[in-house]
């Protein structure tokens, strides 16, 4: 008999969220409204922060979050190249050029002095992100911002929830940008989030989102249409008062994961740097002593019926990329850990004989 299917993700999602959406509808007003008011009114409060701009989706967001800082043809932007798509695409979308940075090998995210080397007098935003839900170190890297005048994105699209040192990550760089697709903690569907401290950027952003209007039909900037739905926003409401419920559950199975892997010389589990006081584990990725060795367990797990991720490929490698630039250059660290890493299922509910039928395939196979 063919074993029951462990996904990697599973939303949480239900009656609740499907009344919310039932009663939007029932109202009759499903484009942007007061239902966008009130979900951003709860992010602020529960993450303390100024300004919460819900919009359509996480690329979105990162792409209205450059049109505000004025990216444009023959700006420079730098990004890593360890991370999903869309982090490099909105600098694309602005007519300006990513720049890859290499990540740091313990962390996987980049770093003050990856960073730094990459500067030009291009140089016009930086995008750090916060990748498998693990925040950057925030504070060093605000230093870099100041010193150079750049300012800073952070791509927190997987660390919604997560905290660093004692602070709901969204208030740590001038621009955070959120997602929540599907398979993210908590999900809207699609949606996207940018939050910021700064009033005159915020003002900015909501204009930028709704087509470039400071009042109907009046076109001050070049903007889009970023904007989300009411009855999305009424799905957010509802999940966003199970963020931490979340999180946790998800914290007690990294920890179970970590307390068994730990201890097995071919498996490297997920890093803490003190920085971060609780990560959101969007994703948690164990990390093999070789390719081959990821790709056995992978098989095995995937013979068991149970889902694993590779994660993203390192973007300077990715064919558009390729052709469309020359000389991206060589990015080993992020080459390497791609060949290396696997996602393992992580999620509320999923339950503990399942947590310890995952932890048995991988110690008999990783031997
Ligand atoms: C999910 C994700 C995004 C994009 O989010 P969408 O809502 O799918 O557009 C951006 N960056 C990272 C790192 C992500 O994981």
């Known amino acids: 008999m063919k074993k029951k299917f462990l996904p990697i993700a599973n939303p949480d999602i239900g009656e609740k969220e499907a009344l919310a959406v039932y009663k939007v509808i029932r109202k009759g007003w499903i484009s942007m409204g007061k239902k966008v008011d009130e979900f951003e009114n709860n992010v602020k409060k529960l993450i303390k922060v100024k300004h919460a701009i819900y919009v359509n989706n996480g690329t979105s967001a990162l792409h209205c979050s450059l049109l505000a800082l004025n990216i444009k043809s023959g700006d420079e932007v730098i990004v890593p190249t360890l991370s999903y798509i869309s982090s490099a695409n909105a600098i694309l979308y602005c007519g300006a050029k990513p720049v890859f940075c290499e990540v740091d090998t313990k962390t996987f995210n980049v770093n003050y002095d990856l960073i730094e080397k990459k500067i030009t007098k291009k140089t016009k935003a930086i995008i750090t992100v916060d990748l498998k839900g ?6 060093s890297l605000k230093k870099l911002g100041k010193k150079y005048k750049i300012p800073l994105i952070s791509d927190s699209a997987e660390s919604f929830g997560a905290i660093y040192k004692n602070k709901y990550v969204g208030s740590q760089l001038p621009i955070h940008t959120f997602s929540f697709f599907a398979n993210k903690n908590i999900t809207t569907g699609e949606g996207g989030l940018i939050t910021t401290e700064s009033g005159i950027l915020a003002k900015k952003l909501r204009i930028i989102r709704n087509q470039g209007q400071d009042k109907r039909y009046n076109h001050i900037e070049l903007g889009n249409n970023f904007r989300p739905t009411d009855y999305s926003a009424a799905i957010g409401i ?8 979340v999180i946790k559950e998800k914290d007690k199975i990294a920890k179970i994961y970590s307390d068994h892997f730990v201890k097995q010389k071919n498996i490297e589990v997920p890093y803490l740097p003190n920085y971060v006081t609780r990560p959101s584990w969007y994703m ?20 068991n019926n149970i889902e694993t991720r590779l994660s993203f490929p390192p973007i300077h490698n990715q064919p558009y990329y390729r052709l469309r630039f020359k000389n991206l250059g060589k990015f080993k660290q992020s080459e390497d850990i791609f060949d290396r890493f696997l996602d393992i299922p992580c999620w509320m509910g999923m339950g503990i004989k399942n947590i310890k039928r995952v932890i048995s395939i991988i110690k008999t196979t990783a031997k």
């Open 134 to 139: 693990q925040p950057v170190d925030f504070d």
């Open 238 to 245: 509802e999940q966003l008062k199970k963020i931490n419920k």
């Open 284 to 303: 948690y990725c164990l990390i093999f002593r070789t390719n081959k060795l990821r790709n056995k367990v992978m098989n095995a797990l995937n013979e």
